[in-house]
């Protein structure tokens, strides 16, 4: 959102700005935390999978001189 359209809103009356607080549920928590284990389990079998952000081969694999 531009900032001219965030100050143009913040000058009604009407219009409440707050924060994105959708991660704070249950259930987002739950799927973050199982996201997690399976990057992990992938990571340390070898796997590569969707979440990957650096592909094999392309460098950045936390190895020592990479």
């Not at 799927?31 to 650096?54: F, K, M, P, W």
Request: aromatic residues 4%; negative net charge; contains cysteine.
């Amino acid at each position: 959102m531009a900032d001219e359209t965030l100050a143009r809103l913040m000058t009604f009356g009407n219009v409440l700005i707050t924060s994105h607080q959708g991660y704070c549920s249950h259930d987002a928590v739950g799927q973050i935390v199982g996201t997690t284990d399976r990057n992990i389990a992938d990571h340390l079998t070898g796997r590569a999978n969707d979440n990957l952000l650096v592909p094999p081969g392309a460098g950045g694999g936390g190895e020592p001189g990479q």
